[in-house]
């Protein structure tokens, strides 16, 4: 199994260039499953029902999200009736919406994908790691013949990303952190067979901060005065990874992507 993720889609410009980019990837890869970070696609804050609708005409199959999940009220209801779009599963037992999908398509195993979130430097939430075995249990209840898990850990900590790697290591196909926005280069496939990256980065435009438009981030820093800022505007790119995997759920290569429009 092939899965191609694609790390945290900012605004208009990472739709753009997801747009562009995410059928040529399929092809040369020989993608099975695309799982895309979009927790910042509506504007860099949150997603909004259509937008969700726009990621999936574009191909991707599940959208994970993250701290900036319920910016747009319209996808509460959304979060309900769809499972193109989860949040992370650690919030709120009365959390509206699913933490995890499990999707399929014909010639290709299933695939559940689980979104956790962190702890470290981030909002309250239920620990992760317990939470990770309680999805991972009611999956293997639920869905037994699922062999093909992917993690989506949305966390600020490089050691809290890392820790849940080292915990989930032959339980789970990847766990891949996003939220921070900078790709990192420690792809590694652990010694159980678990795909790891610290952060798949992020699609959007890559000479502001973090996708947002630079000079406006830069007067938040410099003037104490906090603002939503704007989707920056200049040289577009996808970051993620993709993953191979074999039949028994083990993956057997992460390489990183990097590409520009
Ligand atoms: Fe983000
Ligand atoms: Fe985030």
Redesign the pocket.
Known sequence: MNILFIG?IVGKPGRHVAAGLVSGLKDRYRIDYTIA?G??SAGGYGITPEIAGALMDIGVDCITT???IWEHKDIIPYLSESTAVIRPMNLSPMAPGRGFAVIARPGAPPLAVVNLIGRVFMAPADCPFHASHGVLAQLARDVPDVKHFLVDF?AEATSEKLALGWFLDGRVTAVLG????VQTSDEVVLPQGTAYITDAGMTGVVDGVLGMDREQILARFTTSVQKHAEVAKGKEELQGVVVTAGDDGRAVSITRIKEHA
């Open positions: 945290d970070n927790e910042n993250g701290n900036h949305h996003t939220h921070t926005h």
